[in-house]
């Protein structure tokens, strides 16, 4: 099974494009409220499928692994505001293809949804790719948080290390490995 590819993290087994499939908003479709709401519910069901789906494949897998709690100590977190985004593409062009056009990171770095924004922990490795488009980025709709951010709802951070990943330990594979 391939993790990385031209574009790290978006492996095919894990893409959410069918859960995020909200039609683009027009004025005559629907108020924009409604609209904004079906695309944050979108995100929202995508993150537990997302999680499920990687869970099952890393059992089977034989990735090099950390143990939950040493993710804090190997990757940092990245908060994405996906209704904050801009379609200028200068996200994805910095960091050559970390971010997409809407300045989404890779789904394989999605964890956890709370409050209209997508948690992402992003491997040391990634960190320079991840910052140059955040700098690129003319809106604040990426980054970095601190992970005590994930202590200010216990019940969120309790399921981002035990039931999100469903997993005790997180496994990763660095960009080229196979």
Partial sequence: MT???????????????????????????????????????????????????RSEHLKTSNLKSFEAGDVVSNCRLLIYECQETVEDGASEAASLGFYDLLDAPPWDTWVLYRNGAVFCCVPDFAVPRAQDGIDANPVDCIHWADWSRLDEDKSSANRFFNQGLKLEKFKLRRIGDR
């Fill in 3 to 53: 993790w990385c590819s031209y574009k790290p993290f978006r492996s095919p087994e894990l893409d959410p494009s069918a859960i995020l499939n909200v039609p683009e908003w027009s004025c005559d479709s629907e108020p924009i409220t409604a609209w904004s709401n079906r695309k944050l519910d979108a995100y929202q069901r995508a993150i537990p499928w997302i999680n499920e789906m």
